[in-house]
């Protein structure tokens, strides 16, 4: 658990964007087939959101319209 505590340490010491694409690096590397867990809360949230989309109730927004986004807030240097 040491090695796992002096990782831990390390990655929080980076500056948010490198901890950002850590993230993104280690998720990548987390088998497909592995469902990460949630709690009941999140679980309900999915379930509800689900529930809207089957439905046809729910407002949805285009990947690209998403992803320029995204983009634009690294860009600018904005985490939300």
Known sequence: MSDYISVLSAAQALPEQDRLRLIDALWETVSPDLEAPFSDEWAREIERRVAALDAGTAKTIPWS????????????????
């Open 65 to 80: 319209q998403i992803r320029e986004e995204a983009l634009a807030r690294l860009r600018d240097g904005q985490s939300r």
